[in-house]
């Protein structure tokens, strides 16, 4: 038995479900779990994101067949916006990573990231650290302390960001990022809400070529969640259940 994640879970036929996993092993896999749906089902209850499990899996396709899974802690307790920043982890990882892509250090990195979560008072460096750390994984990252002519990042200097490049030097504009910023960020200064969002700004740059133009179903969510929220005067709190996350990603 592996260690492994649900990311995400679909209805199939009467009694199943169609689960995608991520594993400590393989990487991300899609089963079938026989009778999950059933009210007796050991399997029903755990199948669910953000548990930690151990699963043992069968099959030569591309679709193989749950044998067996249990939990091997209990679920992380997500609420609010730690849930859809959870949802936003496992969307990051559905579209980036290919099936089969086993990758040293992400499964680490992302179960590090749900530990963090409902522990940190702001949500944005756990969020920020973990896109970094699976660009590099990718193979994606960026050189911080170098431009494109592989001159010094200087802290007086502007620069523009070049998706899959890096940075390039230019005279300050309103889409540019001072240099003593991209310092900061490098060093992981996260100490006021500006910066936090110059460094959501230049992830959003960096992942964009790689998630392609579908927009990412669970900002959207937590976007409409917000709007509603703040119509009603209410905080954005949600519980962990299937159909919280129904329809979140493809």
């Known amino acids: 038995m592996q260690p492994a994640y649900v990311l995400h879970r679909w209805p199939y036929q009467d009694s199943s479900l169609l689960v995608e996993l991520f594993t400590l092993q393989h990487g991300r896999f899609r089963v079938i779990a026989k009778g999950a749906k059933r009210p007796k089902s050991r399997w029903r209850s755990i199948l669910q994101p953000f548990t930690p499990l151990l699963v043992e899996t069968r099959g030569k396709h591309e679709l193989q067949t749950l044998?067996?899974?249990?939990?091997?802690?209990?679920?992380?307790a997500l609420q609010g916006v730690n849930l859809y920043s959870g949802f936003y982890l496992n969307e990051l990882l559905q579209r980036l990573t290919s099936i089969y892509q086993p990758l040293d250090g992400v499964f680490?990195?992302?179960?590090?990231?749900?530990?963090?979560?409902?522990?940190?008072?702001?949500?944005?460096?756990?969020?920020?650290r973990f896109e970094w750390q699976l660009l590099c994984h990718l193979g994606h990252g960026f050189d911080w302390f170098y431009d494109t002519q592989q001159q010094p990042?200087?802290?007086?200097?502007?620069?523009?960001?070049v998706p899959e490049a890096g940075f390039s030097a230019v005279s300050a504009t309103p889409h540019s990022y001072a240099g003593s910023d991209l310092l900061k960020l490098a060093?992981?200064?996260?100490?006021?809400?500006?910066?936090l969002n110059v460094f959501k700004r230049l992830m959003r740059e960096a992942l964009a070529p790689y998630l392609g133009p579908a927009p990412l179903r669970s900002r959207e969510l937590f976007i409409q969640l917000q709007v509603a929220s703040s119509t009603a005067n209410q905080p954005v709190v949600a519980p962990l259940s299937t159909e919280t996350s129904k329809g979140y990603t493809s």
Do not use: K
């Not at 990042?153 to 960001?161: D, E, K, Q």
């Open 153 to 161: 990042v200087v802290a007086n200097s502007h620069y523009l960001f």
């Open 67 to 76: 044998v067996d899974a249990e939990a091997s802690a209990p679920a992380f």
């Open 187 to 195: 060093a992981f200064e996260l100490n006021d809400s500006r910066l």
């Open 108 to 128: 680490d990195d992302y179960q590090q990231a749900l530990q963090l979560l409902p522990q940190m008072a702001q949500i944005e460096p756990v969020l920020r």
